[in-house]
């Protein structure tokens, strides 16, 4: 039986939501960590559906914007 340490995923992905707020971007990354990406994915497309716009983050910080451009 493998350790605890072994059923750690190596990479979380997260769903970040961001918005226009006046002259600035306001981005909002209180979404849960997920333990693979296309969870996150899936998740993305549902709230890109209803008119959010929004990015999947990784752990080490990096994001893949799912929108060309920012809100209007």
Sequence with gaps: MGSFHD???T?????VFYERRGNRVHMDRTGPWLPEKSLARNWAHWFKERGYHVALQDQNGGLEKL????PG
């Design 7 to 9: 059923r750690i995923p």
């Design 67 to 70: 929108h060309v451009g920012i």
């Design 11 to 15: 990479n979380m992905w997260r769903v």
